[in-house]
């Protein structure tokens, strides 16, 4: 039986790890029901959030100003987690979020420095899925999101859409799942191989560098992004949603 793990919750620009950012990370440490330990942070990207984002998370641009850079609070969570157990809803989402910074963070520290025998995989580790658990032991709910689940099992979740709310939420809704129904489906309680395929990314080119800091001087935008950390997908995303805001060196709008 799981009797330590980490419940995480992450909020996104979108659905797409390989396009959208994590806005925020909250995890809790349970040990034997309880709540031992707790990391939560916002992340700064110096780019817009969508408006819709914005709408369903209450998470501004304002809030996230000066926050971690995304960097410090993916490693911020790797060194609070460890190699526990993880448990989401519909931790696979989170997880790929996760683990896709989690190889950008790794590509850049071994840039330069692989060898043929660098083929392992950087961030591997078992979870457990209140979604896929409520699904099978709960058929007769219409819906099983997790405010409908907490509505439910009379759990308090007053910041839906919120990371560190969500993940105190799926805990305690796993511990009243697993108190209901562990003895009857054992196996759904058990930890499994999270699978989520990441494609490597290579670091941000030299000139992709340049431009962005081109830009970022002569728009006389205040970031904090390290630039020579960002891959190329990153940092193209950065230098479109630079143009998008403010315009092409040249053309202040």
């Known amino acids: 039986m799981c ?38 942070t916002l992340v700064d990207h110096a780019l817009p959030i969508p408006e819709k984002i914005t709408e369903l998370t209450g998470i501004t641009e304002e809030m996230t100003a000066g926050a971690l850079d995304i960097r410090t609070a993916v490693e911020g969570f790797l060194k609070f987690s460890g190699d526990e157990v993880l448990l989401g809803h519909n931790i696979l989402f989170d997880y790929g979020f996760m683990k896709r910074n989690v190889w950008n963070l790794h590509a850049l520290q071994t840039a330069g420095k692989r060898t043929g025998s660098d083929t392992g995989d950087p961030y591997e580790r078992m979870g457990l899925d209140t979604l896929t658990i409520a699904r099978t032991v709960l058929p007769q709910l219409e819906s099983k999101s997790l405010d409908k689940l907490a509505d439910w099992y009379q759990i308090p979740l007053e910041h839906h859409h919120r990371a560190m709310d969500d993940a105190l939420t799926t805990a305690r809704l796993f511990e009243r799942l697993r108190e209901d129904y562990g003895e009857k489906y054992p ?42 950390l960002l891959t190329k997908n990153e940092a193209s995303r950065m230098i479109d949603g630079i143009i998008l805001r403010y315009g092409k060196i040249g053309s202040r709008l």
């Open 187 to 228: 196996a759904l309680f058990e930890p499994k191989p999270l699978q989520y395929q990441v494609r490597r990314e290579g670091p941000a080119t030299s000139s992709q560098k340049v431009y962005l800091r081109e830009l970022i001087k002569y728009h006389r935008i205040d970031t904090g992004v390290k630039i020579d």
């Open 3 to 40: 009797t330590t793990y980490i419940a995480f919750d992450l909020e996104t620009t979108g659905l797409r790890p390989s396009v959208d950012r994590i806005l925020e990370i909250g995890a809790v440490r349970v040990e034997d029901g309880e709540v031992t330990g707790t990391y939560e």
